[in-house]
C-alpha cells in the first residue's frame, strides 16, 4: 500500500492543485482511506479567494488543515472513509479533514458512521452540525414562527431542523426560486426575497445568505423583541447593517452564531464529539440527499473547482475518491 498521500492544496487566490507527499502516520494514530469529501462552498469560497482577514488566520484553522491563509493552504472539513490502520480497521468514519486521498487522525477525531446514514450522504455532517449549532443559538420553541434567510446547505437544513420543532411555521427566504422544491421537502414554506417582506412577525430569524441585502430582509422580518441570528460569515468583506429604523423600535436582538464555540446554554454538558456525533445521527432522513447539488472525482478537482465554487446552485457538492 502505497504512502504517498494526493491533496488539494490551494497555492495561490483562485488557483489550485493536486500535490503528492509521504503520508506522516503519528504512533497511535488512525489511517483513513477517503471515501468522499464535501465541499462547503460558502467558507472554501472565501479561502480560494483570500478573503481571510489576517485578523482570523489562527481562529478559522480547520482541525486538520496545513499550510496557512497567506498561501499555501490545504483546506477542508468534511471527510468520509475507512480505517485502514488501527483498532478501527474496517470501519467508515466521519472527520474533519481536507480534501485528499488518505489520512492521519487520533481515534478521537474519527466518528463512526451511524448504520442508517450512507456514507454518500454523511459528507452534510459538519453542515448539520453547524445548523445545529444555530438551532441552539436560536432557541426555537414549539409553535415559533421562523424565517430562515438564504436557503444554502446551512440555512436549508436550519429550515428542515426548525420545521421539526412541533407547531412551528418555517419559512425558507432565498433570491432563487428554484428553492422552493427543496423548501417544500423539507416541510417549510418558501417565499423569494422580494415577497417575504409585509408582515414583521417572526419570533426567530436567521440569517444564512452572507449577503448585506439578506441581512436586511431578515431584521425587516423580526417581529417586536424577537431576536435575529447572524449565521454568515463574510470574511474579509464590509457589511453595512441598519439599526435605524425598525431596529430600535422594535427592540431586535442581533445574535451571532459561529459554530467554533459551543453555545453557553449547552457548554457545560456538551462536548464537540457528541455534537458531532448527534449532527451524523440527524443525517439518516434519505430527504437531506437533496442537498447534494453535485458530484465530481478527485482527480478532476483542480479543474472543477472555481466552478463549484462560483455557481449559485451549489449547495453540497461531493467529491467522490477511487472506483
Same mark, same amino acid.
Given at each position: 500500500?502505497?504512502?504517498?498521500?494526493?491533496?488539494?492544496?490551494?497555492?495561490?487566490?483562485?488557483?489550485?492543485?493536486?500535490?503528492?507527499? /509521504?503520508?506522516?502516520?503519528?504512533?497511535?494514530? #488512525?489511517?483513513?482511506?477517503?471515501?468522499?469529501?464535501?465541499?462547503?462552498?460558502?467558507?472554501?469560497? #472565501?479561502?480560494?479567494?483570500?478573503?481571510? /482577514?489576517?485578523?482570523?488566520?489562527?481562529?478559522?484553522?480547520?482541525?486538520?488543515?496545513?499550510?496557512?491563509?497567506?498561501?499555501?493552504?490545504?483546506?477542508?472539513?468534511?471527510?468520509? +472513509?475507512?480505517?485502514?490502520?488501527?483498532?478501527?480497521?474496517?470501519?467508515?468514519?466521519?472527520?474533519?479533514?481536507?480534501?485528499?486521498?488518505?489520512?492521519?487522525?487520533?481515534?478521537?477525531?474519527?466518528?463512526?458512521?451511524?448504520?442508517?446514514? /450512507?456514507?454518500?450522504?454523511?459528507?452534510?455532517?459538519?453542515?448539520?452540525?453547524?445548523? #445545529?449549532?444555530?438551532?441552539?443559538?436560536?432557541?426555537?420553541?414549539?409553535?415559533?414562527?421562523?424565517?430562515?434567510?438564504?436557503?444554502?446547505?446551512?440555512?436549508?437544513?436550519?429550515?428542515?431542523?426548525?420545521? !421539526?420543532?412541533?407547531?412551528?411555521?418555517?419559512?425558507?427566504?432565498?433570491?432563487?426560486?428554484?428553492?422552493?422544491?427543496?423548501?417544500? !421537502?423539507?416541510?417549510?414554506?418558501?417565499?423569494?426575497?422580494?415577497?417575504?417582506?409585509?408582515?414583521?412577525?417572526?419570533?426567530?430569524?436567521?440569517?444564512?445568505?452572507?449577503?448585506?441585502?439578506?441581512?436586511?430582509?431578515?431584521?425587516?422580518?423580526?417581529?417586536?423583541?424577537?431576536?435575529?441570528?447572524?449565521?454568515?460569515?463574510?470574511?474579509?468583506? !464590509?457589511?453595512?447593517?441598519?439599526?435605524? +429604523?425598525?431596529?430600535?423600535?422594535?427592540?431586535?436582538?442581533?445574535?451571532?452564531?459561529?459554530?467554533?464555540?459551543?453555545?453557553?446554554?449547552?457548554?457545560?454538558?456538551?462536548?464537540? !464529539?457528541?455534537?458531532?456525533?448527534?449532527?451524523?445521527? #440527524?443525517?439518516?432522513?434519505?430527504?437531506?440527499?437533496?442537498?447534494?447539488?453535485?458530484?465530481?472525482?478527485?482527480?478532476?478537482?483542480?479543474?472543477?473547482?472555481?466552478?463549484?465554487?462560483?455557481?449559485?446552485?451549489?449547495?453540497?457538492?461531493?467529491?467522490?475518491?477511487?472506483?
Amino acid at each position: 500500500m502505497s504512502q504517498d498521500v494526493r491533496a488539494l492544496w490551494i497555492t495561490a487566490p483562485l488557483h489550485a492543485e493536486l500535490a503528492r507527499a /509521504p503520508l506522516d502516520a503519528k504512533p497511535g494514530h #488512525l489511517v483513513i482511506e477517503t471515501l468522499f469529501t464535501g465541499i462547503s462552498r460558502g467558507t472554501e469560497r #472565501l479561502v480560494f479567494q483570500g478573503r481571510v /482577514p489576517e485578523s482570523e488566520h489562527e481562529t478559522m484553522r480547520a482541525p486538520f488543515q496545513e499550510g496557512n491563509f497567506s498561501f499555501p493552504v490545504k483546506y477542508g472539513y468534511s471527510a468520509v +472513509g475507512r480505517v485502514s490502520v488501527g483498532p478501527q480497521a474496517g470501519q467508515v468514519i466521519f472527520a474533519l479533514s481536507p480534501h485528499q486521498t488518505r489520512f492521519c487522525c487520533p481515534p478521537d477525531a474519527a466518528v463512526p458512521l451511524p448504520d442508517a446514514v /450512507p456514507p454518500e450522504r454523511a459528507v452534510l455532517a459538519a453542515n448539520m452540525e453547524t445548523a #445545529l449549532n444555530i438551532m441552539w443559538d436560536a432557541r426555537v420553541l414549539p409553535g415559533d414562527r421562523v424565517a430562515v434567510v438564504g436557503a444554502g446547505t446551512v440555512g436549508a437544513l436550519v429550515g428542515y431542523l426548525a420545521a !421539526r420543532v412541533p407547531g412551528t411555521d418555517v419559512c425558507l427566504i432565498d433570491v432563487d426560486e428554484g428553492r422552493a422544491d427543496l423548501a417544500a !421537502r423539507f416541510g417549510c414554506r418558501f417565499a423569494t426575497s422580494d415577497r417575504a417582506v409585509g408582515g414583521a412577525d417572526a419570533d426567530v430569524v436567521i440569517h444564512a445568505s452572507a449577503s448585506e441585502a439578506g441581512l436586511g430582509t431578515a431584521l425587516a422580518l423580526a417581529g417586536c423583541e424577537a431576536t435575529v441570528i447572524e449565521a454568515s460569515w463574510y470574511g474579509a468583506g !464590509r457589511t453595512s447593517v441598519a439599526l435605524g +429604523g425598525v431596529f430600535h423600535q422594535r427592540r431586535l436582538r442581533l445574535v451571532a452564531s459561529q459554530v467554533g464555540r459551543i453555545p453557553a446554554s449547552h457548554a457545560a454538558r456538551w462536548t464537540y !464529539r457528541r455534537r458531532l456525533e448527534t449532527a451524523l445521527r #440527524l443525517l439518516s432522513d434519505p430527504v437531506l440527499d437533496a442537498l447534494i447539488s453535485g458530484e465530481c472525482r478527485f482527480e478532476d478537482l483542480p479543474r472543477d473547482y472555481a466552478a463549484i465554487l462560483d455557481a449559485p446552485g451549489t449547495l453540497c457538492h461531493r467529491v467522490r475518491y477511487g472506483g
